[in-house]
């Protein structure tokens, strides 16, 4: 056995026809940059999501980044969210000239553990930044509370938890501002780069609309100072014939969760949770173990790919040195970097695949 951790080629020959039917449309039309299936596809993207407004832009990381800077953030004003995310979480608050500030992480979920926020609030605090970390929906009635409580805005990170529900509410419709990415192996999925900016706010919508586009409202027009983030005509037509999938293909990860769930019974090994009031996208299957070094190097001599999602918190990253923060700040997250495993899990996986990984892990 040979088992990669993401085979993206599975997925594309599944849908061949429809991908390349609809990357030829575009090619033929001559129209590449903000034209109709940029439009269409943010209609049916917040449709699917359930909100207002959606804004096609140029990557999660440029999501997370223009969203910040629709909420009217100044220098050295603080934003706070949690240390064990893909490090453009943080990527697009330093852009922003804001400042990050570290929360913990709730023991079951890996997500943001609200009863950590209220202490750190200051009166630079303008933001929240929860994610839904490997497809968890964090717990975002309290963070929310917190949030109307000192009149500051919640953007979630749901570049991992496309389909994800937080109590029957599409993750990233919950709180003011939703970040999506479209990186080619999350759930879904462009080939190239792309993301997205869900809200319900008019005022945000609009800013972000003009912030995507050089600031500009009418052509050569520029009401603000913009930037050049969009997503393009070709991502966006990959993307609505795979939006149709999403649906099922989560469901597929789903059942590839539960097999794991049921599966794996090695004392050795602790499995992730689901939450009673979520619905899991399992974008990630992450497992705990005291010696997980020892584990992968098992499973990759066994011919088995396994990642570490992270393997270092970002206060302890060497671009963030001068924020100086020592070690100890965020003990869980810091504790669970040298313990995850993230197993493969994607629609694509076959069942004989999924009964050997377990049968590995078992064995170890
Ligand atoms: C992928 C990801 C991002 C960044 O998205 P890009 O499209 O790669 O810029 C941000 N946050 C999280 C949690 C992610 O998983």
């Not at 209220?118 to 929240?128: M, N, P, Q, V």
């Not at 009418?218 to 930037?227: D, L």
Request: hydrophobic share 35%; proline share 4%.
């Amino acid at each position: 056995m040979n088992i990669r951790f993401g085979d993206l080629s599975r997925q594309y020959k599944s849908i061949k026809k429809e991908i390349d039917s609809a990357v030829a449309d575009v090619l033929d039309s001559g129209w590449f940059v903000l034209g109709k299936n940029v439009e269409l596809f943010e209609r049916k993207f917040a449709e699917y999501c359930s909100c207002k407004y959606a804004v096609g832009v140029g990557s999660g990381t440029e999501a997370l980044h223009l969203s910040i800077l629709s909420c009217n953030i100044e220098n050295n004003d603080e934003i706070i969210t949690v240390p064990n995310t893909a490090v453009p979480t943080v990527s697009a608050v330093s852009f922003a000239n804001a400042i990050p500030v570290f929360v913990d992480i709730n023991e079951q979920t890996f997500t943001m553990d609200p009863s950590k926020i209220e202490s750190r609030i200051t009166r630079r605090t303008k933001a929240i930044i929860p994610v839904h970390l490997f497809g968890h929906p964090a717990d975002m009635d309290p963070i929310i509370k917190i949030a109307k409580k000192y009149n500051i805005k919640v953007i979630e990170d749901a570049c991992q938890s496309h389909g994800s529900l937080y109590k029957s509410i599409k993750t990233g419709t919950i709180g003011d501002i939703g970040c999506f990415s479209f990186y080619p192996s999350k759930n879904l999925g462009c080939f190239g780069d792309g993301g997205m900016v869900v809200t319900n706010n008019k005022k945000i919508y609009e800013k972000i609309k003009l912030l995507r586009n050089y600031g500009q409202k009418k052509r050569y027009y520029h009401s603000i100072k913009g930037f050049n983030s969009r997503l393009d005509e070709i991502q966006a037509a990959v993307l609505l014939v795979k939006l149709r999938k999403l649906d099922e293909w989560n469901d597929m990860r789903r059942k590839i969760a539960k097999s794991y769930n049921d599966g794996i019974a090695n004392p050795l090994i602790i499995k992730p949770i689901e939450n009673k009031y979520t619905r899991h996208n399992y974008h990630l299957y992450v497992i705990r173990t005291k010696n997980r070094d020892r584990l992968r190097k098992y499973m990759k001599d066994k011919g088995i790919e396994t990642l570490i999602h992270y393997p270092l918190p970002i206060y302890l990253q060497e671009a963030y040195k001068f924020l100086n923060i020592r070690k100890g700040r965020c003990p869980v997250a810091e504790m669970y970097s040298n313990e995850i495993v993230s197993l493969p899990i994607y629609p694509e996986l076959k069942m004989n695949e999924i009964r050997y990984i377990i049968d590995v892990i078992n064995k170890y």
